[in-house]
């Protein structure tokens, strides 16, 4: 048992209605979780507002309430703790209840547009080719030394992260890499966290509906650099235009990596190949089985986070070589008989699926055809999908419009959305098919001996989200199947 005043250690509380030397279970801010002797926190989110929730976990047993606005009607026995921000408090809370996790391990946050779950996934199986314990929270899963555990959010809940952590702390992990989103440092989840340090990938256009203003999304992505205490690292991509006003006022150790610029970890493209890139970073060639200029600039932020995490230059250099491409980005198959390579990718911003079009683009001879096959997500923000519509026909022979996932939007609106950027010169280039198996039947059917085939946005995701119902659906299952059938 834990007492109350224990776990609102360092909250910035406004005012208190009873006792706080009293002992509690646990914490939740999910009324229908709430149990005898819990504290419930009310949190105001986008679809519901946890305040309206507070009878029902008084009535299932909570002895304490922590939220922005006092009830009307105060229960004796019950503990009302009143905050200016519930989300900050119950990151501060869920750290105090989880015993400080991650000051008993070195967390590394990884922030920006693109390449964070390259980049928190890669060091992950770096550290752990060294023989080393290791944890990741990425958008993909959660990983505690050899367990792993499904998750939906790139930055799950201030109290998700806090247990993970205290379980990897039970299981002896030394180093954990989080991926850290702008939704999760403007919601504070990862408040009273005790950051080792903090890399930056790139800033480029997504989240507008969320943060209303690139300045804004800019400035969140900044707020993470800002609170990194003096002991901590900050690696910062200084080729990016917001790279050097990420790191203004951190008080972490300033480090930097570029290709084009001159860096503390910089990286030179010698070779670029659909079997690999050879680099150089340092002064020292490496060879990875990674593709892409984008793919060079991930390395060598990897690269230098685990150096400034201690690992030894040869050992680094090992490791990074052996590095495997992470599920849905840049994964490809290569078909038996006739040579066709199909790539799957979550590029599902502007840049990113910019940056997959080009290194493809880069490596292959332009004697094939290069066919995309694109959507964009609903419910999320729709000022990027023209944008994609000329990115892709721009940089592609051919492209097929689809759905990813339209959630409770019309596929076929958001197909005319992402149509509007295509320019009157590439609108023959251009179709439309709304099922997203058939648009990618279509491709398979386009594609003659070597050419590519890129199926873009949704990458890992092993399902397609229509009116809030959820499907199997998993781009390379289908377009292997698709290869298979057309070879017969």
Not at 53 to 70: F, M, Q, S, T
Not at 86 to 97: C, G, Q, R, S, V
Not at 466 to 474: A, E, T
Request: proline letters at 2%.
């Amino acid at each position: 048992m834990i007492l109350l005043k224990d776990i609102l250690y360092k909250v910035a509380i406004e005012s208190v209605v009873g006792n706080t030397n009293i002992s509690i279970q646990h914490i939740d801010f999910d009324s229908r979780n709430i149990s005898l002797n819990d504290v419930f926190v009310a949190i105001r989110g986008a679809a519901s507002d946890g305040h309206e929730y507070i009878a029902k976990a008084e009535n299932n047993g909570a002895i304490a309430i922590v939220c922005e606005e006092l009830p009307q009607k105060q229960i004796s026995g019950i503990t009302y703790v009143l905050v200016e921000n519930t989300k900050e408090a119950l990151a501060i809370m869920a750290n105090n209840y989880y015993e400080k996790p991650s000051s008993r391990l070195k967390l590394v946050g990884v922030t920006g547009t693109n390449g964070k779950t390259t980049i928190s996934s890669l060091l992950h199986q770096l550290f752990t080719l060294a023989g080393y314990k290791v944890g990741l929270i990425s958008t993909i899963k959660i990983v505690v030394g050899d367990e792993e555990f499904p998750t939906r959010l790139t930055t799950p809940d201030s109290l998700t992260i806090n247990k993970y952590l205290r379980k990897m702390n039970e299981a002896g992990v030394e180093f954990c890499f989080m991926e850290v989103s702008s939704h999760g440092i403007a919601q504070h989840r990862t408040s009273g966290l005790d950051f080792a340090g903090g890399i930056f990938t790139n800033l480029s256009h997504d989240h507008l509906d969320y943060h209303k203003s690139f300045s804004e999304y800019r400035d969140v992505k900044k707020k993470f650099f800002d609170e990194l205490p003096k002991s901590a690292f900050a690696i910062t991509n200084i080729d990016d235009k917001n790279g050097a006003f990420m790191l203004q006022n951190t008080k972490a150790t300033k480090k930097t990596y570029a290709l084009k610029t001159n860096a503390d970890y910089k990286a030179q493209i010698l070779e670029n190949e659909l079997s690999g890139l050879l680099l150089k970073i340092n002064n020292n060639e490496v060879w990875s089985t990674l593709i892409g200029n984008f793919n060079a600039y991930n390395l060598a932020a990897i690269y230098a986070a685990a150096d400034l995490l201690g690992l030894e230059e040869l050992e680094n250099l090992k490791y990074l070589s052996q590095l495997k491409s992470v599920s849905g980005r840049f994964q490809y198959i290569i078909s038996d008989k006739e040579k066709i390579t199909a790539i799957v990718d979550y590029a599902h911003t502007p840049d990113a699926l910019k940056n997959v079009l080009e290194a493809i683009n880069t490596i292959r001879t332009k004697n094939e055809e290069l066919i995309t096959v694109v959507g964009c997500g609903g419910d999320r923000d729709a000022t990027k999908r023209p944008i994609m519509g000329k990115v892709a026909s721009d940089l592609s022979t051919k492209v097929i419009l689809t759905s990813d996932n339209p959630r409770t939007e019309d596929p076929d609106k958001i197909i005319e959305d992402v149509e509007a950027g295509v320019e009157a010169h590439n609108w023959s280039k251009v179709i439309s098919v709304t099922n997203r198996k058939q648009a990618i039947k279509s491709a398979c059917a386009m594609a003659k001996a070597k050419d590519i085939i890129l199926i873009a946005g949704k990458g890992h995701e092993t399902y397609q989200e229509v009116n809030g119902v959820r499907s199997d659906f998993d781009d390379m299952k289908i377009v292997q199947e698709m290869l298979e059938q057309f070879n017969k």
